[in-house]
């Protein structure tokens, strides 16, 4: 990883395979993306130049042709179809790939005619600005640059061929617009109105869905230029009346907004190369929701916003890059959540725990009591909500105060992959991480209690019983956790079939440790025979396994159709957020946790450039799938980066204390230097 907040892709990566492989990712602030290969080749059904909050694919490319002195024409771009051909093949002119503060920057070269590439969107709208600069020619020399914009109108899951129709495209001043919904603007607009039949994106064959699609030729750009000339092209969506500022200002206005995102970081602790960009990484899936407050995208490029990911990505995305503001507004944008949950408007069984978590450590780290006080009453809501039992089938057994999730609806922990006849891993009954964070919620508004001056011993109390119900219950033979406790096969109807304690390895038993009122915290021996089992059966280099290759039912490859994907989602499939609280139990065990990041901060310089996988196969050699740009993933690195930073603070602290008290004992000069050693 380079310093700084700047990544290269050299020539032969660019020019090769491994171009169609690396992607990167602009965004807007509002939900909205570009993003692609470096090489330019489209290879999802994702890729564009403009993609709208919606999920609607406008402006799919730009293609570049250069004609030289002496009328030589080169094109740049590069497209794969149906038949198998690539062409044309400009990525094997391209000879530099650069991610500088966030913008993406490409130069092709022909022999003395050096031509760049830079992009980037306007922040709180969906607006894209491109800007080619001829930044080298012989003297005196001038080429002819065109681009053709190739165009489409779809959602951005789906396809659009030639039997839907041309889009409607309008010639406009300054450019055009296709189906009202977008304009594009540059300089000397000359339509075409053609189909590009067949386009091929690779890595929808691979996933067993629809690969091809046609292309609408609305029209080229034309420009000379010289060096140091620019050709500009802006796409934007929305009001159509209200032109975004010029391409070259978006640019330069992107890379003072990533600068001053990285000296918000620096206050919180940011400090090398790695800090930087996931820094940058993580103000990509921080956006603004229609009504004005903050909200996090799960991923890209095809995931939305979600409470569970939302609040278990909190303390990476906001707290350890120094966004308290905007996280203080998102956790008051959830303040109508225990309405919700008594609504059955969630489907999701953690979320609201991961919220209570959220707030708890928000308030810990700035020590804003008004904000405590005020969620306060939020947080004891969730709690009520549960205890009386969520229209979502999650409710308080009384029978030991553990929190159960009725058969119905087997499928609403964080392992939601379903199938049409059902969850693919069904965890009716007494998750262990669902508890975990129960214990964890109930300590958390204690002491957000106290900190407000309020009697807790109540809530104290219930969670001393629960925290001695999970070790009760959830202690296994094996020397681990069960997974689940008071199992009932959802195939059987509720209330029916046997109840069973399920002592499958999986990683969820995790949070029983390292979350900050764990339930099993105190359990030493316990702890340490769960992080042998799971650091030996689960660990990779890319995230933890979320089942151990012995048990039945295990997936070591995340790959194939829809089907197959799903089956091995949450049966082998490595999680990287799950280093985020293996690294936390290590470190409250005091075992080392050197070299456990490495392979993922490498991972910054591969697949998502500068961004972070949601998930890895669980074989060798854990080849990254999933979304290439995971919220859920970066802000578990960044968390643990900062986690580890701080212990090594508290380390160094405590040794200097302790250099300090034996110099001060010791009074000859020898025993002096010794104790310095």
């Given amino acids: 990883m380079p310093p700084g907040s700047v990544m290269t892709v050299g020539p032969h990566a660019c020019s090769s395979a491994t171009g169609f492989e690396h992607e990167w990712l602009v965004a807007d602030g509002t939900g909205g993306y570009a993003t692609g290969t470096v090489a330019g080749l489209r290879t999802r059904r994702y890729h564009g130049l403009l993609v709208t909050p919606q999920r609607h694919l406008a402006l799919a490319a730009l293609d570049p042709v250069i004609t030289l002195p002496g009328g030589a024409v080169v094109r740049l771009a590069v497209h794969e179809w149906a038949s198998g051909a690539v062409d044309p093949s400009g990525h094997h002119h391209l000879e530099h790939f650069e991610l500088a503060d966030g913008v993406p920057r490409w130069r092709w070269r022909i022999g003395e005619f050096v031509l760049e590439r830079e992009l980037a969107m306007t922040h709180g709208r969906n607006s894209v600005a491109v800007v080619h600069r001829l930044v080298a020619a012989p003297a005196g020399a001038s080429v002819e640059l065109s681009l053709t914009a190739l165009c489409t109108w779809r959602h951005a899951d789906a396809e659009r061929d030639r039997t839907a129709g041309a889009p409607e495209v309008a010639v406009v001043p300054g450019g055009f617009t296709v189906d009202g919904a977008y304009q594009v603007s540059g300089p000397d607009f000359r339509p075409i109105g053609e189909w590009y039949l067949g386009a091929y994106a690779r890595e929808e064959a691979a996933r067993g869905l629809r690969p091809v699609e046609d292309l609408w030729a609305a029209g080229t750009f034309q420009a000379t230029l010289v060096p140091g000339g620019i050709l500009s092209v802006s796409a934007f969506s929305g009001d159509l009346d209200l ?14 907004r990533a600068r001053k995102v990285l000296r918000t970081a620096a206050t919180a602790g940011a400090r090398d190369g790695v800090d930087k960009a996931l820094a940058l990484a993580a103000d990509t899936f921080i956006v603004t929701s229609p009504d004005g407050s903050p909200a996090v995208i799960a991923g890209y490029p095809w995931f939305g916003s979600y409470l569970r990911d939302t609040m278990t990505a909190y303390e990476g995305l906001f707290l350890a890059t120094g966004r308290f503001e905007e996280g203080a507004r998102l956790l008051r944008a959830h303040r109508d959540l225990p309405a919700q949950m008594r609504a059955g ?24 009591t008004d904000l405590a006080t ?20 999650v409710r308080v057994d009384p029978a030991d105060g553990l929190l159960l999730i009725d058969a119905d609806e087997s499928g609403l922990t964080w392992m939601n ?48 019983a629960v925290k001695a119900q999970v070790i009760k219950r959830f202690r296994a033979p094996d020397g681990w956790f069960f997974d689940v406790v008071d199992a009932q096969p959802a195939a059987y109807p509720k209330g029916g079939g046997s109840v069973h304690d399920d002592a499958v390895l999986r990683p969820n038993q995790l949070l029983a440790f390292s979350l900050p009122y764990a339930p099993a915290a105190d359990e030493a021996h316990l702890r340490s025979r769960v992080l042998d089992a799971v650091g030996s059966a689960l660990l990779t280099p890319l995230g933890l396994r979320s089942l151990a290759p012995a048990e039945y039912g295990y997936h070591g490859a995340h790959r194939g159709g829809v089907v197959s994907r799903d089956t091995a989602y949450h049966q082998g499939t490595a999680w990287v957020w799950w280093l985020g609280p293996y690294v936390e139990a290590r470190l409250a065990a005091g075992l080392p946790v050197d070299g456990l990041l490495a392979a993922v901060e490498a991972h910054l310089a591969e697949g998502g450039l500068g961004s972070v996988s949601e998930i890895a196969e669980g074989d060798a050699p854990h080849r990254p799938t999933g979304a290439p740009f995971s919220a859920r993933s970066v802000a578990a690195v960044l968390h643990a980066r900062a986690v580890i930073r701080e212990n090594r603070k508290l380390q160094t602290a405590s040794s200097g204390k302790s250099g300090k008290m034996k110099l001060a004992r010791d009074a000859a000069p020898r025993k002096r230097r010794n104790a310095l050693r």
Avoid: F, M
């Fill in 243 to 256: 032109p975004p500022p010029a391409a070259p200002v978006v640019v330069a206005d992107a890379r003072r």
């Fill in 345 to 368: 408007a969630l489907q999701d069984s953690d979320g609201p725990l991961w919220y209570v978590h959220a707030a708890e450590r928000h308030i810990a780290r700035t020590g804003d």
């Fill in 374 to 393: 005020e969620l306060l009453p939020v947080l004891e809501g969730v709690i009520a909500a549960y205890t009386k039992g969520t229209s979502d089938g």
């Fill in 417 to 464: 992959a379903r199938l049409p006849r059902g969850p693919v891993t069904p965890r009716d009954g007494k998750p262990v991480e669902l508890n975990a964070l129960w214990a964890n919620a109930l300590g958390a508004v204690g002491a957000l209690r106290e900190r407000c001056g309020r009697d807790a011993s109540v809530v104290h109390a219930r969670r001393d």
